[in-house]
Every structure is written in C-alpha cells, then in structure tokens.
C-alpha cells in the first residue's frame, strides 16, 4: 500500500513538472516572439515607380541601423502601385501575422485594405478626403500645409485670403480634405488650367479692367489741371498700370509647375506683385529650379525642416551612394515611431489609442495624429536669390 501510495505521488510530482516545464517554454517562445518587431512594407519594388519604392526601403533600413536595434525585422513586399496586386501583398503579411506595415505610397491602392482589420497601415500617401478605418495617413496633407499657413497670415495680421485650386483631377480632392470649418475665413476659388485663359481668369479676380479705368480717369483728370500737387501726382501715376487696391491680401496657390508660374506671371501681369500682398504656394519639396523662375521669387510655401532634410539626404547617398526621394524620410521617421510605440507596449500595441495621446518630433518636423491622420508642424520659407530661407 505504501509503495503504491509513494508511486501515485511520484507520478504526481512528473506530471506536475512536465506541465510547468512546458507552461515555461511556451511563456519564454511568447517571450521571445514580443521581442521581434515584425514591419511589413508594402512599396512598388518593380515598374515605373521602382526606385521611390527602393528608395523607401533604402530610409528604413537606414532607420533601423539608426536605432541600433537587432529585434526589428523588416518584410518587404512589392504593391506595383497597383490595388489588387496589393491586396494580394496585404493578405500575405495577415498570414504571416504580421500587425504593422509601411505602405503603401498610393492613395488608389488603399481601395481593399479595410478587409485586414488586424493589420495597421501607415501609409505615406498625403491624400486624406478618404481612409480606410486602419490606414493612418502620414504624408504632408493639405490641411498640415493651410494650418501653418494660416497661423502665419493671422501672426502678420493678414485676414483677406484667397486659395486659388486648378480645375484638374485633384480639384474634388483638395476640397474634400479640406477642413471647411477650419478655413472657413478662406475664399475658394478655382480657375482653368489652360494657359491661353490664366491671364484672363486672373485679371477677373483682380479686377484689372476696373484698377486700369481708374488710373486712366484719374490721369484725365489730372491732366486738366494745372496746380503743382497735380501735375507731380500725374507724373507718379504715368509710370503704373493700375490705380486701386484689390479686396484680398494674400493668396494660396495649390499648383506646380509651369501652372504656377503663369498663375504668379498673371498676378504681376495684372499689376498685383509681392510688394503689395503676399502670396504662397503649398509644399515644394525645396525643388532648385525655383530659383530660375523669376515669377516665383519671394514665393512662400510651408513643408518640412530643410535644415534635417539636407542632412537626411547627406547621409542617405554616403550610405547608398544614391539620392533619396522626398518621402522617404516620412518612412525614416515612420520606423522610429512604429518601434517607439512597440516599447511603450509590446503584448497589446493599440496604435489608435497610443497615437491619440502623443505628440511627436521627427527628422521631418513634429506631428501628432487625428481622424487617422498626421498632423505635421510645418516652418514657412522664402524662395530667395539662390536659397529657401526659413521665416518663422
């Protein structure tokens, strides 16, 4: 009997430990699973878009040396800047139980990833008049740019503006992500993109024909007479084009290009140069062939830390002894946000609720995040003689 008693317990105690020993293995792999950041990018890696997409990858990698970290691994897929191509891509990491992904680049390819609800996506598009519930946003949108914007016209005390929108496919967009509210003191108005009709649509927004009628009246009138006053008074006003001021301010140009430089041609064409207001475009990208155009000298524009941006590509071509692509220093900062969040939480990372609560400071600039998408702290700059130069 005693024997038997002694064997029960000594099966008792194997079996006891057995359970422990294999409780402990599997909370040492859950463990070590936690301590492996798994990021999925989702890039175009072939066709037109290849060395953005290349170029992306490049700044993660960077980032991820930047950090020093060996428990970050890295999936790239490639999107072909294509939605069903991917989806396919986006169902691949849920297989892999991948929860995290950069990508991708194009607000289209966005169209099917609200079918993975447990992967989060952060893509780099700056288009927002739509979003899937788990795509975070993190381009440099229109509503970051006509913030800062806004705050700088209301510093300087300039309250009559106008935002002039191309008609062109992106004119139903650029409305859409507008913050109505927000901008409501904004007067929108959209013109043709033709050349041959900028001139003609500026003039009308400047009154031209009215400003050239009152200088022509007013030099008849003077003309007549023969006081001294007037005849020096005829004298200035021979040597301008218009007489008048116009009912705005300030202008925002949402255009590149040749676009642009007819609108801000138009402006002065219609004797409404930058002495007189003040006239901005949106992000740039701190483009050097602004500085051969003479139309859009003291042209402002708001985007992010030029100072950061220079040494980002420094470092990017002495690594890859190649240039770097504008958005690819939103991935850089991306990477370091994505393993900052992880830190804070490993076993139950919710990114909705950690991004609703943090203030950020990047390469880029500082952001935070709303309605799933980035805020950015944008600076104002000046195109001046060969340079961009920071005003606020």
């Known amino acids: ?71 970050i691994e890295i999936y790239p897929k490639n999107s072909g800047g294509d939605p069903n191509i991917t989806f396919n891509a986006a169902n691949e990491f849920k297989e892999m139980g991948i929860k995290i992904v950069i990508g991708p680049i194009f607000h289209q390819s966005l169209e099917k990833l609200d079918e993975f609800e447990e992967i989060t996506f952060f893509s780099l598009t700056n288009k927002t008049h739509w979003l899937p519930k788990n795509v975070v946003a993190f381009g440099i949108n229109i509503n970051s740019q006509l913030n800062t914007i806004k705050k700088y016209l209301k510093k300087n005390n300039f309250s009559k503006t106008i935002f002039l929108i191309p008609q062109n496919e992106f004119e139903n967009e650029i409305k859409e992500s507008v913050d109505k509210k927000e901008f409501s003191s904004f007067k929108i108005i959209t013109y043709d993109t033709d050349p041959k009709k900028i001139t003609s649509e500026i003039e009308k927004i400047t009154s031209y024909d009215q400003r050239k009628r009152n200088l022509n009246r007013r030099l008849k009138i003077l003309k007549k007479s023969d006081l001294y006053k007037d005849k020096k008074e005829y004298e200035k006003l021979k040597k301008k084009y218009t007489l008048g001021n116009v009912n705005f301010d300030s202008v925002i140009i949402a255009d590149f290009g040749e676009n642009l430089k007819s609108v801000l041609t138009s402006f002065k064409y219609s004797d409404v140069t930058d002495d ?39 470092e990017y071509f002495k690594t890859f002894n190649k240039k770097a692509s504008e958005i690819s220093l939103l991935a850089h900062d991306l990477l370091g946000l994505i393993y900052y969040l992880w830190q804070e939480k490993k076993d139950q990372m919710n990114i909705e609720k950690l991004l609703s609560k943090i203030n950020f400071k990047g390469l880029h600039s500082k952001f935070s995040f709303k309605n799933n998408q980035s805020y950015q702290n944008l600076n104002i700059y000046r195109i001046s003689e060969k340079s961009f130069s920071k005003i606020n």
């Open 1 to 71: 009997m005693k024997k038997k008693l002694t064997l029960i317990i000594i099966t008792y105690l194997f079996l006891t430990m057995n359970l422990l020993f294999a409780s402990q293995i599997k909370a040492e792999e859950v463990d070590k699973k936690n301590e492996i950041l798994k990021i999925g990018v989702l890039v175009p890696l072939s066709g037109e878009f290849n060395e953005i997409g290349q170029s992306i990858l490049n700044s993660i990698k960077l980032a991820t040396f930047s950090l020093g970290q060996k428990n």
């Open 276 to 314: 007189k207001v003040v006239f901005f475009t949106i992000n740039q990208w701190f483009d050097e062939s602004l500085f051969e155009e003479d139309a859009m000298k003291n042209l402002l524009f708001p985007s992010i830390n030029y100072k950061s941006f220079n040494n980002y590509k420094k």
